[in-house]
């Protein structure tokens, strides 16, 4: 079983930064791509930034300059810093992670999320 487990949000005034953390634990073989998305208030859940295995990255274009992904590995875990935050940044956010398990004898590879974490940011 595959776990994420979120960390870093909280509340903080426009301009200010944040940096949120995503560790999986469990029986991983190895993590593909790995992102984080965000779901305000009345709105759907959106893309706010991917890192590919090779440290590839993409932006949602709100963001573009002001966030930040990264990951570490060796720690399995993805990072999101956010800095010029704005109050249309407001939002649960949520980590993803394609990982792969070892099920028997077969390689599965899975979409994870995390439980979420709640940012937020006053004018």
């Known amino acids: 079983q595959v776990q994420l487990v979120e960390s870093g949000g909280g509340l903080v005034q426009a301009g200010g930064s944040l940096r949120l953390s995503c560790a999986a634990s469990g029986s991983i073989l190895s993590i593909n791509g790995m992102g984080w998305y965000r779901q305000g208030p009345g709105k759907q859940r959106e893309l706010v930034a991917t890192?590919?295995?090779?440290?590839?990255?993409n932006y949602a274009d709100s963001v573009k300059g002001r966030f930040t992904i990264s990951r570490d590995n060796a720690k399995n875990t993805v990072y999101l810093q956010m800095n010029s935050l704005k109050p249309e940044d407001t939002a649960v956010y949520y980590c993803?992670?394609?990982?792969?398990?070892?099920?028997?004898?077969?390689?599965?590879?899975?979409?994870?999320w995390g439980q979420g974490t709640q940012v937020t940011v006053s004018s």
């Open positions: 890192i590919t295995s090779s440290g590839s990255t």
């Open positions: 993803n992670m394609g990982v792969r398990t070892l099920e028997g004898v077969s390689r599965i590879l899975f979409q994870y």
